[in-house]
């Protein structure tokens, strides 16, 4: 991060520390798209997702006397969000995900597209929703939060080589569990 965008971020949060709610209102501005984006990985529901998101927003303007000034705000963000996140999901157990967030950014060729796009969206989410909460926090956080393995350590509070393994465990089970859809992709690509 740039030394001016932190510059400016560390008087944010020091302004709402001392209760500017507007400074606060910023920085979720600021971080509310990338915590909304993981937490939808984690719950596989963007209302679910939102949700999270909005209690993570209340827990950390609660709780930001607890947050240490040299550390990455956006990754003790993400830790409230995907703990924020994973407390919903076991409230909701029973209620299968749902919507899975699509790219929006491609161009739109047809119906036929778009649908065996949604339809390939709601596999790989759905792949994603069978993980364990664990895994599924590392992957999550490294592949939609793009943060670093230590990082990832940092936010979950556990140490790298965990992050290590429980990466490597995810992705070894997404594989196994996409292997129809990446051959499928294959036939129709290929």
Not at 97 to 115: M, N, S, V, Y
Not at 142 to 161: D, H, N, V
């Amino acid at each position: 991060m740039p030394a001016q965008i932190r510059n400016d971020e560390n008087l944010l949060i020091e302004q709402a520390r001392q209760g500017d709610r507007t400074a606060f209102g910023e920085l979720v501005r600021q971080h509310q798209a990338s915590v909304i984006a993981v937490v939808t990985r984690m719950c596989g529901d963007i209302h679910l997702a939102e949700d999270a998101a909005q209690d993570a927003f209340i827990k950390a303007w609660r709780h930001l006397d607890g947050y240490q000034p040299n550390t990455n705000l956006c990754n003790w963000l993400y830790r409230i969000a995907i703990n924020s996140a994973l407390d919903i999901l076991r409230r909701e157990r029973g209620h299968p995900g749902g919507d899975a967030i699509t790219d929006q950014r491609d161009p739109k060729p047809g119906p036929e597209h778009e649908l065996m796009k949604k339809q390939r969206s709601l596999t790989i989410q759905k792949a994603i929703m069978a993980l364990t909460e664990s895994n599924r926090s590392v992957l999550v956080l490294r592949e939609y939060g793009g943060m670093s393995y230590l990082e990832i350590a940092a936010a979950l509070e556990i140490p790298l080589g965990t992050v290590m393994s429980r990466l490597n465990t995810a992705r070894a089970q997404l594989r196994i569990s996409l292997q129809p859809l990446l051959e499928e992709m294959e036939v129709v690509d290929g």
